[in-house]
């Protein structure tokens, strides 16, 4: 079978690595990729996803897999089975789930789906008076996609309407602050739930967490995530069970009902208070890092999963992990998340260790590989380094052995990824 991947982050290459190890899968091509996943298979680079998916007929693609939710609230599910090509994710119409905020809220509301209080609005004064209502913190949300930045959660009454203004007036975030939701602050513990779907029926892959803040001890800025383990202790058989049948179960019935089955991976933002599991948000795609540390995960071959679930056949399917753990730690660049950093070349040392070497590895991601046929670090985020384990210490250690074996300038992570699972697991 012949895979496309559309996507060029670390998400996108752990995919990659995870197709590469089923015998069913002969090539692998990146849209674009990055510079290391041309290692796993052949780079291209077209934008436009017309072109695409001529690219792909012209090729004989078997299967598209989307790595990012962009091109999918953008409709290149559509786009692509318009013209009688496989591919695994959501169409635009099922990708509202994560592209608005607002259709996300109003969805769960219509389903009775756990989730905080809320309301949705481009009124000031509406906004004001339910800010007033609640206590602080208080949690606004632009309603469009903003690249992961669009939550803010106000310490005070006073900044919650501030920052609606700036979102109001399209200072903060253009159209998609143009609408926003106003949220009560949840308290508890953050997981990340993945589902594949293929419409009609789903298959949940172990419960994840993500470490979303910049700084050890949960400190610092929000990021896009800077490690991720699974499966984590802090998900018990109960929450997944709430979790099936209040949330997993009436989301594919609604989304069917409503005229927009779901297929592709819907991911659950979690928050758990007091053992019970409220939905933060949904998003329509892997979560990144947590795909890293899912995919070396899966002991059902990748390609097999991802082509029954794009034909609507995940009842034939029987989902298998290995009996591990994952501990995923993010590297990168200096100046991550406030701005770019100039690129640094890349040094890994050559690993001697047997053990480090067979149970650990680096997902790329920001990286470029320049003429002088090097690989330097371009992006905010730049690699994922993952190590399994039988135990999430073991796990974290090879991660972080890892870590020390990777050099370039300006490199920062964290030093705690998975302390929560080991604090209370
Ligand atoms: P979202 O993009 O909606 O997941 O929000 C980004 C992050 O903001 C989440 O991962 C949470 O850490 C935090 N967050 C979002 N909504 C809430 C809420 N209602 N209560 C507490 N924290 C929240
Ligand atoms: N790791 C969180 C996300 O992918 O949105």
Known sequence: MKVLIVGGGGREYAIGSALKRDKSVEKIYFAPGNGASDELGENISIGDYGELADFAKKNSIDLTIVGPEAPLVDGIVDIFQERGLLIFG???????LEGSKIFMKNFLSRHGIPTAKYIETDSLEKASAFIESLEAPIVVKADGLCGGKGVIIAKSHEEAKESVRRMLSGDSFAEAGKR???????????????AICDGEDYLLLPAAQDHKRLLDGDEGPNTGGMGAYAPTPLANEEIYRKLEERVVIPTLEGMKEEGMPFSGVLFMGVMVVDGEPLILEYNVRFGDPECEELMPLLKTPAGELFYKAATGRL?????????????????ASK????????????????????????NSYIAYAGVTRMEDGKLYATGGRVLVCVGLGESIEEARERAYMLVGQVHFAGKQCRTDIAYQALENG
């Open 180 to 194: 926003v939701v106003i949220e009560e602050f949840l308290d508890g513990y953050e997981l990340s739930v993945f």
């Open 335 to 358: 100046n991550y998340p406030y701005s770019s950093s100039p690129p640094s070349e890349i040094i890994v040392d050559d690993i001697h260790h047997e053990e480090l070497k067979n």
């Open 315 to 331: 009842k034939e399917l029987q989902i298998e992990f290995y009996d591990r753990y994952a501990v995923g730690v993010v590297m």
């Open 90 to 96: 959501p169409s635009a119409k099922a990708a509202q």
